[in-house]
Nanobody, 121 residues
Framework: QVQLVESGGGLVQAGGSLTLSCVFS????????MGWFRQAPGKEREFVAA?????NYGDPVKGRFTISRDNAKNTVNLQMNNLKPEDTAVYYC?????????????????WGQGTQDTVSS
């Protein structure tokens, strides 16, 4: 059974940086597409980034966020720079065995518990 555990959320001022990490267990990590999504209060879950052999980013975070993975450590990271108040949300790590439509939450079968990131103005 795949399990995902996120860490690294917190409170930061606008313009600052945060790094989120997600540890994967229960299967062969390298065979999975890993994604990050976020959900702000009253809004739908939004695609942030995904990585398999390539990387994909949602438009609001392009140029500011970087997704990376370490297959030896079963970990996927999300480096978030130049944070804005509108980046405030609960961030979720997700795993998928798909390689297409990976910007859609429906492509992912396993989800972490979420970590709160708050960006103050």
């Amino acid at each position: 059974q795949v399990q995902l555990v996120e860490s690294g959320g917190g409170l930061v001022q606008a313009g600052g940086s945060l790094t989120l990490s997600c540890v994967f267990s229960g299967h062969t990590f390298s065979g999975f597409t890993m994604g990050w999504f976020r959900q702000a209060p009253g809004k739908e879950r939004e695609f942030v980034a995904a990585i398999n052999w390539d990387t994909n980013y949602g438009d609001p975070v392009k140029g500011r966020f970087t997704i990376s993975r370490d297959n030896a450590k079963n970990t996927v990271n999300l480096q978030m720079n130049n944070l804005k108040p509108e980046d405030t949300a609960v961030y979720y790590c997700a795993a998928s065995q798909a390689n297409f439509y990976i910007d859609r939450a429906t492509a992912y079968d396993w989800w972490g518990q979420g970590t709160q990131d708050t960006v103050s103005s």
